[in-house]
């Protein structure tokens, strides 16, 4: 982690210890001017903030939004459902970047809206999709999702059993075609659908504890290739320790590995490897909120 991204961390945990809140009295509406003075202050110091829609008041979220704008930095606006879409929009055309999930309950007619606001103000639509995806239930929640996806919409997904990676495969095709991508979190075995997923230009999020044989091995590898030639990518994250041959073919690769937070010591052979991953820079949008979380 370099030295920005420990600051957008240290910012993002300083903003959701704040927490929601808004006092009628006089002195609650001077400690809502204050938050929103430092929050505007936050943005103005680091190269990414991240708030949920319930911390602040709404022109101050408006302000916060203006002003990253202005400063060429990214805001991230966590919708948890409370504002009503036409805000949450409104947020969007100017610049907030929008990370909702189905936990916030929106209508998929309005996330199109608001994928639609984002698309003319320059941001992004992210959207987890944590639900089911039973045969039964899947063809209206797959068309729903294919549609935010070809719009423009980043979608989310973590672990499916064997089938359902063959329903959401779709879903990498639709936003290939709409210009975003679809994001899939995998923390079972590795198996053949994901060349599948991989051939759509999905960014897949990996686990080392999945990577057991030389097998294993080749076929990440593999992955890797099929996922960079359709313009998406593998981000491993190192929860065990692997081979560092096989590190070092990942990076060469151009694949993302994350590394524990703790440095290594300067005498291990892991130490180089992972220098070198701290200087390669991963776009936000192929993760979800924060670049170190695997969900």
Partial sequence: MDADQAKELTTVEANLEAGPGS?????????QTDKGFSLVD????????????????????????????????????????????????WLAERGADIYSSDEAQRDFRQLEFIGQSAKRGGSILAYFYRGALTADAAE?????????????????????EKDELELIVNLGVECHRGGSWLVYYHRASLVEELVNLADTGTWLHLSSQQIKTDEDTKFLLELVKICQLRGGNVILYLENELPVIFLNDLIKHRAFVVFPSQLYDFRSPYRPLQDQSR???????AYYLYPRLFS
């Fill in 23 to 31: 006092n009628p009295s006089q002195e609650g509406n001077h400690l």
């Fill in 42 to 89: 936050q943005v103005k110091k680091a190269p990414r903030v991240v708030v949920s829609d319930d911390q602040y008041d709404f022109p101050w979220l408006e302000e916060a939004a203006r002003c990253a704008r202005r400063e060429g930095k990214r805001f991230s606006l966590i919708d948890s459902g409370l504002l009503p879409p036409e805000k949450i929009e």
């Fill in 140 to 160: 209206g929640i797959l068309g729903s999702l294919g549609n935010l996806g070809a719009q423009g919409t980043f979608l989310h997904l973590a672990t499916r």
């Fill in 279 to 285: 200087r390669m820079r991963l776009d936000f949008r």
